[in-house]
C-alpha cells in the first residue's frame, strides 16, 4: 500500500465516486458532483507518506482496485523483492519523463503525471507544426511508451 502509484497520479488520474459516497467522502477530500455521482481527481490529498490516510474510509474504487504486482504476488508469479524492484524502476523512468516535461517549450497544466501524458498527446495532435518530429520529442515519446508498456505489464494499467 506505500508505493502510492495508484494514488499519486502516476497510473491513474482519476476516481469515480457513487452518488452514496458523496456525502461521506465530500467531508474528506475535494470532489466534483457530476449528475448523480462525483469524482475526484488525482494526486489524492489523503495520500501520506505511510499511504493512504483515510484507508478505511476510502472510495469504493480505490477499494476494488486491484494492482497487478500485488495479483502477481498473491499468485507467486512473482516475488516481493521483484515487484519492489518493478515500482523502483517504474518510479525512476517517471522522474527521468517528468524533468523531460520541465524542458519543453510550453507548460504542461494538469496535476498528475497520467493526465501531463494525455495532455502532451493531446497538444501535439493539435500543434499543425512538426514539433512532434524533433528529436526531444521522438526521446520523450519513446520514453512515454516504454513507461506504458511496464505500466501495463507491471500495473494492469495503459495510459492509452
Do not use: W
Not at 495520500?47 to 490516510?53: F, T
Amino acid at each position: 500500500m506505500s508505493c502510492g502509484l495508484c494514488c499519486d497520479g502516476s497510473l491513474i488520474g482519476f476516481v469515480d465516486l457513487g452518488r452514496e459516497e458523496l456525502s461521506k467522502l465530500s467531508v474528506l477530500m475535494d470532489i466534483e458532483e457530476f449528475e448523480m455521482s462525483g469524482f475526484f481527481l488525482l494526486p489524492c490529498n489523503n495520500l501520506g507518506c505511510d499511504g493512504c490516510k483515510i484507508y478505511s474510509q476510502r472510495p469504493k474504487q480505490c477499494g476494488k482496485f486491484e494492482c497487478g504486482l500485488l495479483k502477481s504476488i498473491e499468485k507467486k508469479e512473482l516475488d516481493f523483492d521483484s515487484a519492489l524492484e518493478a515500482i523502483r524502476v517504474f518510479k525512476h523512468k517517471k522522474i527521468a519523463i517528468e524533468k523531460q516535461f520541465e524542458t519543453l517549450p510550453f507548460k504542461l497544466e494538469s496535476p498528475s503525471f497520467y493526465f501531463k501524458v494525455l495532455e502532451l498527446r493531446n497538444l501535439l495532435k493539435k500543434d499543425s507544426s512538426d514539433l512532434s518530429d524533433t528529436q526531444m520529442f521522438v526521446k520523450l515519446f519513446a520514453d512515454i511508451d516504454e513507461l506504458n508498456a511496464q505500466a501495463l505489464k507491471s500495473f494492469g494499467i495503459s495510459y492509452f
